[in-house]
């Protein structure tokens, strides 16, 4: 094979394709950030200049750049100086405590940290607690691509790392996101530029996008989400996106309107948002062709709602450590498989193993979902153990118990760390719940399995009740008989005034587990009133 086709070469490095569009379509808008729109031509030219800047400082292949920043324009211009310089963007969430921030600076061992004006205080106490902080400057024009600070280096044994400046290659690292550190120490997962060009690859056959179309983006931008699930796309493509730095429903629907939103993506509790809201019913839709649901499967209900709104959905499942996007389940399938996450996307093979031998079950099964294919990250940053267990046996391991059909469709049961077991019998918390949520009074519930005298293990129910709505334990419990077998009913409700939730608003079960075994939580079962919801 002719070395310039060798795997290792650039073939599917991110940072030519604002090239591409700034030779064929330089003048369309390619970010719209909050009304101040960034043109092909304008983000290329950025993109190249601070990518010289920073070769020219001395940052090389492989070394990392943080940032501690909303959504931005300046983000995006340095996300491509970094795929043009062979870097590697670490973004961080700012919804984090400075310790956490410290303890991820410490493990991604940046040389560089671009801090956006907002969260200069959150920056400054996490270096505080840093033995070697790494420099910091600001984001865009009037910050890093004015003038670059030399580079932060460690030494490695008695000589300093020298930076590396090559051609770039397909398996250089581009994106290191964090995971969710739930369960935890959170992982650094390393994304190649050949993981994020196979994952565009794979959702452009699936849910395509063209140059026509206008993008709302309003996942985080240090969440995998917030890049590989459309806007990178839109930017190979040649559309438009809209940057939205957070969730606020009535804005959302706002610009849907004025900005004429073709398509978007959401988790289903942003879609129930935007349902609930007083402007739903009137907000003009017309061209919001299509929407994407992550996170979770999208309620019936909910989706017959936007369905009658005329927007098409279509469902899905991913992580971090694959790109993300895994299965897919069109808007033509989505009325007659609701609750399932599809099929896996072109690029991407899937099977399924039994959790406990590792055994590849065939046919119709369930067990924990396995995945391969291109997407598949190279691993996590300095942690060759949990890279050998995620990658074990030629596989990703999600740790995902899934059910696969006949005819090949998949559905999500629930996380295998999530299981608990009630009297010998295995209870998936995401039924439970899905029960309690089909009750009028419940506007959120998350289960967890907590010790139990008799059973080994019983479900604790924590429920979120509607304003203006009552129940109670009695008759919560009395709902879920009805639907569930006896094991299945919790043993304890609690009621909350909210869940804790991730950045991209999954509920965060790991510390509704924590919580659930202090010694001084008291589940309360009394009736309560939606006012104290408000509260």
Known sequence: ??????????????????????????GRVAIDDRGVVLRYRELDARAVALAGRLLAAGYGVGDRIATLTGNSAD???????????????????????????????????????????????LAAAAAAMLP??????????????????HPTRRTAGTA??????????????????????????????ILTHANCFWTNLSLSRTMELSSSDVV???????????????????????ATVVLERTFDAGRVLQLIAERKVTTMMGVPAQYAMLAEHPDFASADLSRLQHAIVGGASM??????????????????????????NVLCLPNED?????????????????AVADPATGEILLGEATGELLVSGPGVFAGYFRNPEATAAALAGGWLRTGDLVERTA????????????????????????????????????????????????????????????????TDAEELAEHCKAQLASFKVPGRFDFVPTLPRTALNKVARGRLRQAAVRPERAARTAAVAGSEQES
């Open 334 to 350: 989505a009325a007659s498989m609701i609750g399932y996450a599809g099929k896996p996307y072109p690029h991407v093979s899937v």
């Open 299 to 324: 309620p019936a209900p909910l989706l017959r709602i936007w369905h009658k709104r005329g927007v098409a959905l279509s469902q899905g499942y991913g992580l971090t450590e694959a790109s993300p």
């Open 160 to 189: 300093v790392e020298a930076a590396v400046q090559r051609e770039v290659r397909d398996d250089d690292a581009l994106l290191m996101i964090f995971t969710s550190g739930t369960e935890g120490h959170s992982k650094a997962a």
């Open 216 to 238: 709302l983006a309003a996942l985080p931008q240090f969440h995998v989400g917030g890049w590989n699930i459309q806007p990178l796309l839109a930017w190979w493509t040649g």
């Open 407 to 470: 005819d090949g469709f998949y559905r999500i049961v629930d996380r295998i760390k999530d299981l608990y077991i009630s009297g010998g019998e295995n209870v998936a918390p995401a039924q439970v719940e899905q029960a309690l949520l089909s009750h009028p009074a419940v506007a959120e519930a998350a289960v967890v399995g907590v010790p139990d005298e008799r059973w080994g293990e019983t479900g604790l129910a924590y429920v979120v009740v509607r304003p203006g709505q009552i």
């Open 1 to 26: 094979m002719n070395q310039q086709h060798n795997q290792q070469d650039g073939l599917h490095t991110l940072g030519r394709w604002t090239a591409d569009r700034a030779v064929s379509t330089p």
């Open 75 to 121: 983000h995006v211009v340095l996300f491509f100086a970094c795929a043009k310089a062979g870097l590697v963007l670490v973004p961080l969430s700012w919804r984090l405590s400075p310790r956490e921030i410290a303890e991820q600076l410490q493990l991604a061992d940046p040389a560089l940290l671009l801090v956006e004006h907002e969260f200069d205080a």
């Open 132 to 149: 070697l902080p790494p420099r910091t400057a600001a984001p865009g024009p009037s910050g890093v691509e004015r003038q670059v600070p």
